[in-house]
């Protein structure tokens, strides 16, 4: 049996869970979320809990059965909860300020950067920190990554868009030849 996929998924209060034969539903305080079911993979709810089964142990299934019961869980969470990651921007005269519901990012292009956030993602701006935040952790996660793929930290004086916490691995630069 799947280690992860065995576990069982609490259900918060507040948080409301629909399975259907095609999709599942969880609305909560924060929005709803939908999901597809997979073929062989079958989704029970009992005593406020949530229990993910599979039909057999063929590989392939026993993979989807972890994953059904994570994507579950994360839509329980994001409803409850919801997801941020935050991003610092370092470099000197790299700025972001937001332009509606917009990034407007300065990172030493000849141009400005505008940035279009989707719908269900909004993004808070402090100094030169942004937090992304939705309900849908694979939405935020993706729109944080854009973000940092508009500047990659670079090696040599860590100039770009970084996430909070990352390590960026410092190159040293030119050394002379000693004659």
């Given at each position: 049996?799947?280690?992860?996929?065995?576990?069982?998924?609490?259900?918060?209060?507040?948080?409301?869970?629909?399975?259907?034969?095609?999709?599942?539903?969880?609305?909560?305080?924060?929005?709803?979320?939908?999901?597809?079911?997979?073929?062989?993979?079958?989704?029970?709810?009992?005593?406020?809990?949530?229990?993910?089964?599979?039909?057999?142990?063929?590989?392939?299934?026993?993979?989807?059965?972890?994953?059904?019961?994570?994507?579950i869980n994360n839509m329980v969470e994001g409803v409850s909860h919801g997801f941020s990651k935050k991003l610092e921007i370092n470099g000197v005269g790299y700025r972001v300020a937001t332009q509606?519901?917009?990034?407007?990012?300065?990172?030493?292009?000849?141009?400005?950067?505008?940035?279009?956030?989707?719908?269900?993602?909004?993004?808070?701006?402090?100094?030169?920190?942004?937090?992304?935040?939705?309900?849908?952790?694979?939405?935020?996660?993706?729109?944080?990554?854009?973000?940092?793929?508009?500047?990659?930290?670079?090696?040599?004086?860590?100039?770009?868009?970084?996430?909070?916490?990352?390590?960026?691995?410092?190159?040293?630069?030119?050394?002379?030849?000693?004659?």
């Amino acid at each position: 049996m799947s280690r992860i996929g065995k576990l069982p998924i609490a259900i918060p209060s507040g948080v409301t869970i629909t399975v259907d034969v095609a999709e599942i539903t969880v609305a909560g305080s924060k929005g709803t979320l939908k999901q597809f079911t997979m073929p062989d993979i079958t989704v029970t709810q009992e005593a406020g809990e949530v229990l993910v089964s599979r039909a057999n142990d063929e590989p392939k299934l026993r993979a989807k059965h972890g994953l059904m019961r994570a994507l579950i869980n994360n839509m329980v969470e994001g409803v409850s909860h919801g997801f941020s990651k935050k991003l610092e921007i370092n470099g000197v005269g790299y700025r972001v300020a937001t332009q509606g519901a917009d990034l407007k990012l300065n990172l030493g292009f000849s141009h400005d950067v505008i940035f279009k956030m989707p719908l269900g993602v909004t993004a808070v701006i402090e100094q030169n920190t942004i937090t992304v935040s939705g309900i849908s952790k694979q939405q935020v996660g993706q729109v944080a990554a854009e973000i940092r793929a508009l500047k990659k930290p670079e090696p040599y004086k860590g100039k770009g868009i970084k996430y909070e916490g990352e390590r960026i691995i410092r190159k040293s630069g030119k050394s002379g030849k000693e004659k």
